[in-house]
């Protein structure tokens, strides 16, 4: 931002900093910090972060410690559950044909292997159909429902899809192909369609009130209920055991992760004892991946996010749709390994396809005359990977703090397959959905944070031209919120493995439960080293005595990066500790999120 700074009505001053954000205290209410020091034994600091998230006194112990005895919701609060459960249950002792049809990414595999382990500790074998992310797209179609009935299947259950896929769900009823919905998706309208059962907390008339449940946790409650379901049918005894849901929780917290799930409440729980369960490695598919990456320790959001997750999506990215499932539904270790290293291949080809996308696509937009202006970006290319635009998006939406849209057009289908990622406070599902119904898109739905659409070719330019228009207002106001909300100030002698450890106690974090920010004044920048992959790493030091390492992730060629790499003078940051376990020394290091300057706030007061 040329302003550098800003004003001195934020935090440090930063009203402005050199990504453009406004810098602000999580605002707490002081007698609620108060109340947790004395009620759960909490230094001020930590009192104050949990006061700042909304948690009331007296909520503090159950958000501390959140358990699915306290937060596990009715099954029956959901419409269609207890449907869905009698439904399956009959077919299970009827021994009917059926199959489980998922989407390609973490939650529906998830979702997929939780059902095929159920069945399978009932005696029955699930097959997994998942559709390719580029000849069939996502979710059900009339072509595979026509497919899976000529092979014999009489009731497929969809998870993670096909809440929307109208022309499917009719062409289902229309061959006799019974059909149950489990999805999270937002339908289009009130109308419901026409299958044996739908269940998803996101349909208009459900009351369970657990909207942000991803896939694999609306699936985890299916499974509540379908262990009820043959207990009251007393199919459970001497020669057969009721299945111990708790061994499926590390799957049901895989989806809630890896789909950017609110961490609030149930899911929250379904989060942290899903970790717990994940950290003793029982799985074969998540232990050979683990092994695979060379990761180690106990499970975390990180090793969800960063190490799992995005080997297993690397299937249906760039490889074959059914590996993920796969490889979670899997008790083969053998199997599991060889899958494993085939997933950790397909995610190295993904990370090379996605660096030429991604620098494709900044090279357009900055070679626009007006991106800077515009409220919404829409870049689009011939024979651009559809596996990989969504995470284009996301990656272009950090660095431009707007929403994006990329599209990778096919031109021998006269067809662009787009995804985008939003900026918060701004709904692209909803302007997605509004060019649909203005007739711009083939296909187009999503909500407020990520979207996916279809369109031709030619009209992309109006595409763009109404996002534009629809999102201007919705982007200049978050443009105007858009800031760090900073939850302790910090010198780098104070940054050790305690004050980590500490506010790990809030985890597992995610939206909804945002990670710590930490903010360090007037720090200097010692030994600055621009690595590989556009990555900072330095050493920042300041009157504490105190010597914190830092790295920046993708901020080389960014004005807070190249700011870090001038060394010299002294800056503001903001980051996230995490720790640093390097030859067992047991510290922390800071990943920076911001920087600001200063000499730029004074020179701009």
């Not at 020091?37 to 112990?61: H, M």
């Not at 092994?291 to 959001?301: E, I, L, N």
């Not at 595409?463 to 228009?469: I, S, V």
């Not at 007037?522 to 030091?541: D, F, I, Q, S, Y």
Request: hydrophobic share 45%; aromatic share 4%.
């Amino acid at each position: 931002m040329a302003d550098g700074a800003g004003h001195l009505d934020g935090y440090l001053g930063v009203g402005r900093s050199l990504s453009g954000r406004a810098w602000r205290e999580r605002a707490a209410d002081a007698d609620t910090v108060r109340r947790h020091q004395l009620a759960l034994g909490l230094s001020e600091p930590l009192a104050r972060a949990l006061a700042a998230r909304g948690i009331a006194d007296g909520a503090g112990d159950t958000y501390l410690n959140p358990t699915l005895k306290a937060l596990f919701p009715d099954p029956s609060s959901f419409a269609d559950m207890d449907r869905a459960a009698a439904i399956l249950v009959d077919a299970l002792e009827r021994k009917r044909p059926m199959v489980v049809f998922a989407d390609y990414d973490v939650d529906g595999a998830s979702s997929a292997a939780q059902l095929v382990r159920w069945f399978r500790s009932l005696g029955h074998e699930l097959p997994i159909y998942v559709p390719d992310r580029i000849t069939e797209g996502y979710g059900p179609s009339p072509a595979a429902f026509r497919r899976l009935k000529s092979e014999g299947a009489e009731l497929v259950v969809t998870v993670d899809c096909g809440a929307a896929a109208h022309d499917a769900l009719a062409c289902a009823a229309e061959i006799g192909l019974e059909v149950v919905v489990i999805d999270h998706h937002l339908m289009r309208g009130e109308e419901i369609p026409a299958v044996a059962a739908l269940v998803n907390p996101n349909r208009p008339d459900c009351v369970s009130g657990q909207g942000h449940l991803a896939a694999a946790g609306v699936t985890f409650v299916l499974l509540a209920a379908l262990n009820r379901e043959a207990r009251r049918r007393g199919l459970f005894g001497e020669d057969r055991a009721e299945p111990d849901l708790r061994t499926w929780l590390d799957l049901a917290a895989m989806g809630a992760i890896c789909d950017v799930t609110q961490l609030t409440g149930f899911n929250r729980a379904l989060a942290a004892q899903g970790l717990k369960v994940m950290s003793a490695w029982r799985n074969p598919g998540l232990k050979a991946l683990m092994d695979v990456a060379k990761g180690q320790g106990a499970a975390s959001t990180f090793h969800v996010g960063f190490i799992l997750g995005p080997r297993i999506n690397a299937g249906g990215r760039i490889g074959r749709a059914d590996l993920g499932a796969r490889l979670l539904s899997t008790d083969d270790p053998e199997e599991a390994a060889a899958l494993a290293t085939e997933l950790d291949a397909l995610n190295a080809s993904r990370k090379e396809v996605e660096k030429e996308v991604q620098e494709a696509a900044v090279r357009m937009i900055e070679q626009a005359s007006n991106f800077a202006d515009a409220p919404c970006l829409l870049v689009a290319q011939d024979d651009w990977h559809p596996g990989v635009i969504g995470i284009v998006a996301g990656r272009l939406r950090e660095r431009y703090r707007k929403p994006v849209i990329v599209v990778g057009v096919d031109r021998a289908a006269n067809v662009g397959k787009g995804s985008g990622r939003s900026q918060p406070g701004v709904n692209l599902g909803r302007a997605v959905q509004a060019a649909y119904d203005e007739g711009l898109l083939l296909a187009g739905g999503g909500h407020a944070m990520a979207a996916g659409l279809s369109v031709r070719p030619d009209a992309i330019p109006e595409l763009r031209e109404f996002l534009c228009a629809r999102l201007k207002d919705e982007q200049d106001a978050a443009a105007a919120e858009d800031g760090l909300e900073i939850d302790a100030l910090v010198t780098t002698r104070a940054c050790d493995r305690a004050l980590w450890s500490d506010f790990q106690r809030l985890a597992p974090f995610g939206p909804g439960n945002p990670e710590p920010l930490f903010a360090a004044a007037n720090v200097r920048v010692e030994r600055p080293m621009a690595l590989k992959g556009g990555h900072v790493r330095c050493t920042l030091t300041d009157g504490s005595g105190g010597k914190l390492k830092a790295v920046a992730w993708r901020m080389g060629d960014t004005e807070a990066g190249r700011r870090l790499l001038q060394e010299g003078g002294a800056v503001h940051v903001v980051g996230r500790l995490k720790p640093d376990d390097w030859q067992g020394r047991q510290g922390v290091e800071l990943e920076i999120e911001d920087v600001a300057d200063p000499r730029r706030i004074e020179l701009s007061n």
